[in-house]
């Protein structure tokens, strides 16, 4: 093995995070594969753009209620075997939708219902798989493990939607169901070949509202972990949500086909997947990860209003490239200076509540539309830039404990 394959994946010699990562790698794509699968049995059965973006909007809203309350569950209880829970829910609640859609029974409700059931799994399974990476590997590969599990996720975030549309249209709407049952049956069998060392939980003594109150009081608290929490929410509100915008980019603005969208679409994804290469390989040798991250918030702002400016298919693919690259570049940060300040037996609970900035990202999607609507998207879009630009001064102003934090 040469030197940048042990740099870039060192943590995955380490036998149970290969575990962890390889499930990881198939949970997400399943997840990706359902979103287009419920997507696009929505649309054919109703015809309904409304009912459509409810639905996608739908899985994202259990982080708001949930995620908190399965962030002491995993400061309470064994992580791996509430991991296993998850594990079972998903998996049997896609083959009873397999099974209902076999029988000729589905209707819009079931896909209604099976949404949120999965969006609550998820909101407990994310930050269980958080809080156990420093469980199965080394402190010095820390950083390493959880650049790589970053890019599982963003991997299977590129390739997960277009083997959905492969899937559906090879083996039917139920079979897709069926095959999303045999992933999860497969990450299941992983999490089960895993040896997590046995925790003892303080949590555990005190009452679940309790624990609950200590993780809030320590992320207001520390004013590392408190500034990445706030600062987080930024890209969510006023970055990502462009992606919404891109259809308009593509017909409206560069007047491009059906196959010029599909480049726009995976121009930030191939910036995602160099940017965690990049964190992985570089990952301990990052000695001012708040910086690091401030900055890719920035030239996040910087790329993303030169987007709206360009007029030209070429142009636009770079600047999506660089917008994607920054994106996951800031985010992948965010988790590693949170995974470094944070104590284990509080891990599940900040990592938790941190994921409840994807519970605002249905409220970015739709301030962006609203704005679309009324002032065009190419200004929507150079406005978000600017807004990340300015709240980006903001915290390197307010919160000057980010910017100073080492390794």
């Known amino acids: 093995m040469n030197s940048t394959s042990r740099s870039t994946f060192s943590s995955l010699r380490n036998r ?52 908190p309350l399965a962030g002491v569950a995993a400061d309470r209880t064994d992580r791996r075997r509430l991991m296993m829970t998850t594990q079972w829910c998903v998996l049997l609640t896609a083959l009873g939708m397999g099974v209902v859609v076999s029988l000729g029974l589905l209707e819009v409700w079931h896909l ?34 959880v650049a790589l ?5 963003n991997f299977t975030k590129i390739i997960g939607p277009s083997v959905g549309g492969v899937l559906i249209v090879a083996f039917g709407l139920a079979g897709n169901f069926y095959i999303q049952s045999a992933t999860y049956l497969f990450v299941l069998w992983m999490i ?8 003892i939980s303080e949590a555990a003594r005190s009452s679940v509202l309790s624990n609950l109150r200590e993780g809030i009081r320590y992320v207001w608290a ?35 086909g059906a196959d010029g969208l599909g480049l726009m679409m995976a121009a930030p994804g191939l910036g995602a997947m160099l ?34 400016l360009v007029r030209t298919l070429p142009l636009a693919l770079l600047t999506l490239v660089v917008v994607g690259g920054f994106q996951v570049l800031f985010m992948s940060v965010s ?8 104590p284990d037996q509080l891990r599940g609970r900040v990592m938790s509540i941190y994921m409840l900035d994807r519970g605002i990202t249905p409220a970015g ?33 307010f919160l000057p404990s980010l910017r100073k934090v080492r390794a």
């Open 275 to 308: 940017a965690m290469l990049s964190v992985a390989h570089f990952a301990s040798r990052v000695s001012r990860p708040g910086l690091l991250m401030l900055s890719a918030l920035v030239l996040q702002g910087v790329f993303l209003a030169l987007f709206a």
């Open 16 to 67: 149970d995070f290969r575990y962890l990562w390889a499930g990881t790698c198939f949970l997400s794509g399943g997840l990706w594969i359902q979103q287009v699968t419920l997507g696009w049995a929505t649309y054919e059965m109703t015809g309904s753009s409304i009912l459509l973006g409810a639905i996608n909007g739908l899985r994202f809203v259990p982080f708001l209620i949930f995620s």
């Open 149 to 153: 599990n970053s890019a599982a996720f």
């Open 335 to 342: 988790n590693m200076v949170l995974h470094m300040t944070v």
């Open 222 to 256: 520390d004013p590392v972990v408190f500034a990445v929490m706030a600062t987080a929410m930024i890209p969510r509100l006023f970055a990502m949500p462009y992606q919404a915008l891109m259809p308009i980019f593509q017909k409206d603005v560069l007047q491009v």
């Open 192 to 199: 089960y070949q895993m040896h997590v060392p046995e925790r």
């Open 112 to 145: 209604f219902a099976f949404t949120l059931v999965t969006g609550v799994v998820w909101s407990f399974s994310e930050p269980v798989r958080q809080a156990l990476i420093p469980d199965v590997v080394p402190r010095a590969e820390l950083m390493n493990a």
């Open 365 to 397: 999607a739709l301030l962006a539309g609203i704005s679309a609507h009324f002032v065009g998207a190419p200004y929507t879009v150079l406005g978000m830039g600017a807004l990340v630009l300015v709240l980006a001064a903001v915290v390197i102003l």
